[in-house]
């Protein structure tokens, strides 16, 4: 049995002890089996840690719960990620909520170079279906993953229309792996790990508890680069994950309705908010997000590479290939220490070359 899998599972199974805390507990001690290791007295002088959580680390009973999980794992073909892991999705993992830990079974290259959330209601109409079924048609020539979480509606006819122009196409679940909620859904969830998979924070034994599925958002919203809201009411589990979009500074965009249609409200509030940008189809999605001009400018990309180091070429390489990429996924990508990445990248803002966004991402002037 993998005893580093084992421990990196375990302790976050251990009561009270949040995403947030496990990253701050590893960070501490040094990896998941140190925190085991550490007495008592030397969990308590952790900043946030106190007496409860840390006799709940040094007592309660999760490694047999982890032994259980690893089992599970190993037999059904099941990648384990945790957040310090080079396969851990690399949008996801600078924000402070973001899991500690993923279970995987696909395979979809989770850190693919262009990945689009399409969300939305649970009882589209027939235009709504119509609508999302182009837009995910449009997005194929552009060379992209497509997130969803394979619930009625617009979700499942995006992977459904992915899966059926063999698109990669995950699904982000609300519940742990050891089945498929809605059941009607099993049957394309195992068409998507041909080409995708299906993605969640929860161990196998978890269901699909009402509280699972805010949670799941979170996820669809920060792995994209772009999440486009096709039809949704006012409120709703749709309204929740662009919200938390924006608040990751991702780029949203929402298909307008008629005024006081209520099946597309949320979409035109988040317009008149200024939470989403209004489309109408994927290619005002791929114009904005300038993909098409990264295509067009490759090669005159390429002549700037003369005056840059060999470094710089690299991150100036990865960089013409997205909109925008955060600090750590530079850093991954290019096989380099995040120092280093952060001293390559100041050079090319003196060189007029890239320009800083929040978050710690950069892009291409």
């Not at 030397?42 to 999980?69: F, Q």
């Not at 235009?127 to 997005?139: Q, R």
């Not at 997000?289 to 390489?317: A, G, P, T, Y």
Request: aromatic residues 6%; hydrophobic residues 40%; charged residues 25%.
């Amino acid at each position: 049995m993998n005893n580093d899998l084992l421990y990196k599972i375990a302790i976050t199974k251990v009561p009270k002890v949040g995403s947030i805390t496990v990253k701050n507990l590893v960070s501490y001690c040094g990896g998941a089996k140190a925190v085991f290791d550490a007495t008592q007295k030397e969990l308590m002088s952790i900043p946030g840690i106190g007496r409860t959580l840390a006799e709940n680390i040094r007592h309660h009973n999760v490694l047999e719960e982890a032994e259980k999980e690893v089992e599970f794992i190993e037999n059904n073909n099941i990648q384990c990620l945790f957040y310090t892991d080079e396969k851990f999705p690399q949008r996801l993992k600078h924000y402070n909520d973001s899991p500690a830990i993923l279970y995987f079974k696909g395979n979809a290259e989770l850190n693919h170079h262009r990945i689009v959330s399409i969300i939305g209601t649970r009882t589209p109409t027939p235009h709504g279906k119509v609508i999302c079924e182009e837009i995910v048609a449009e997005l194929q020539k552009y060379n992209v993953l497509i997130i969803s979480g394979l619930a009625y509606g617009i979700d499942v006819t995006a992977h459904r229309k992915s899966v059926s122009l063999n698109i990669p196409t995950v699904g982000v679940l609300g519940h742990g792996l050891s089945m498929i909620y809605p059941h009607e859904h099993k049957s394309v969830s195992e068409k998507m790990m041909e080409n995708g998979g299906v993605l969640t924070e929860f161990t196998h034994r978890k269901g699909p508890d009402r509280e699972h599925f805010p949670m799941r958002n979170r996820i669809v919203a920060g792995m994209c680069d772009a999440l486009i809201v096709v039809e949704t009411k006012e409120k709703g589990g749709s309204m929740i994950t662009a919200e938390l979009a924006n608040g990751y500074n991702k780029d949203v965009f929402a298909i307008p309705g008629r005024a006081r249609d209520k099946k597309f409200g949320g979409g035109n509030l988040l317009i008149k908010n200024h939470k989403a940008q209004l489309i109408e189809n994927a290619e005002d999605v791929i114009g904005i997000m300038r993909w098409e001009q990264f295509e067009k400018n490759r090669n005159i990309q390429k002549q700037l590479f003369v005056e840059l180091s060999e470094k710089e070429r690299v991150v100036v390489d990865i960089l013409r290939n997205e909109n925008e990429v955060a600090i750590d996924k530079l850093s991954y990508v290019a096989k380099l220490q995040p120092s280093e990445v952060s001293s390559l990248l100041l050079e090319l803002e003196f060189k007029g070359m890239i320009k800083t966004l929040p978050g710690k991402r950069y892009m291409l002037v």
